[in-house]
């Protein structure tokens, strides 16, 4: 027997385009790293608050740096990004909170679906320009995933309990806990010691601290999915 997968966790919100950028190589890395990636529903909202942090865009210059950085990441990463018409208010009007409590109880009820339900979701918002608050675009974004339209339905209606408001409370806290002051966040739990590292480009010294082999963001084992 070899050695046992080291656990990476994946703290990531649909609302950071540099979450979905993380979310793809992670998952193209998943099955060819000595990994077991699980992937964390969290809500950037609640650390950016526990932080003290602000968004980027609010500064006129980095938002227009983001905006032309997620463009050629996501054209390097091959991530089909096209940021939306109205950038400002789908960050800081729209929000997330009801998706990110659907996929709090996708992975609950449904931890197979988690990854393609995500993805659905990072596709809605970062790649067609759809309104991922409306109830309707989320069970569109279940369905395709696989699920069924009224098991989708049923868990919608159960983003409001104390079950799933809690447990995307404790994924936040335990993000925070770490030293999240934005997402995405890889943690990597290696023997004794635990890395949290931050943004999507850090998938090199992830390998590094792994013992692995860094192969390009699109590594030839991988399975496209997009």
Not at 87 to 111: D, N, Q
Not at 121 to 141: F, G, K, Y
């Amino acid at each position: 027997m070899g050695p046992l997968p080291r656990t990476l966790e994946l703290f990531y919100d649909v609302l950071s385009p540099y979450s979905w950028l993380a979310f793809e190589v992670l998952c193209r890395y998943k099955n060819i790293w000595n990994v077991s990636l699980q992937l964390r529903p969290t809500l950037i909202a609640g650390i950016m608050k526990d932080s003290g942090n602000q968004p980027p865009a609010l500064l006129p210059r980095k938002a227009l740096y983001v905006k032309n950085d997620v463009r050629l990441l996501g054209q390097y990463l091959q991530v089909p990004i096209h940021l939306p018409k109205d950038f400002f208010f789908v960050i800081f009007e729209k929000g997330s909170l009801t998706a990110m409590r659907f996929l709090t109880i996708v992975k609950l009820e449904h931890p197979e679906l988690l990854e393609k339900v995500s993805r659905e979701l990072w596709m809605r918002v970062w790649s067609r320009d759809e309104d991922i608050t409306e109830p309707q675009s989320i069970l569109a974004a279940a369905e395709k995933a696989g699920m069924s339209t009224g098991r989708a339905r049923e868990l919608l209606e159960r983003v409001s309990t104390p079950q799933v408001k809690n447990q995307l409370k404790e994924t936040t806290d335990a993000a925070c806990k770490y030293g999240a002051f934005g997402l995405p966040v890889t943690v990597a739990h290696l023997d004794d010691e635990t890395y949290m590292l931050f943004g999507s480009d850090r998938m090199e010294l992830l390998a590094h601290l792994l013992g692995e082999k860094w192969m390009g963001p699109v590594p030839p084992a991988a399975t496209a999915r997009l």
